[in-house]
């Protein structure tokens, strides 16, 4: 490898989209399920905020509990 290639290859990809949410809505209540959903979108308490990676499977957490969350 040359150091070009040394250097993109450890340069963190800034070019990255990102997509921020916050809780809106209390968990009570809901399913299971959907608590999990929300806990692995690194959110806890109402009005929560977490800015995550913009990849699909990101894209369809949030549209699973998109009753309890808002995208900033």
Do not use: C, F, W
């Amino acid at each position: 490898m040359t150091t070009k290639e040394v250097k993109q290859a450890a340069a963190p990809a800034a070019s990255k989209s990102t997509v921020s949410i916050k809780l809106v809505r209390s968990v009570n209540g809901t399913r299971e399920s959907h608590r999990a959903t929300v806990r692995g979108l690194g959110l806890r308490k109402l009005n929560s905020e977490s800015t995550l990676e913009d990849t699909p499977a990101v894209r369809g957490m949030i549209n699973k509990v998109s009753y309890l969350v808002k995208v900033l």
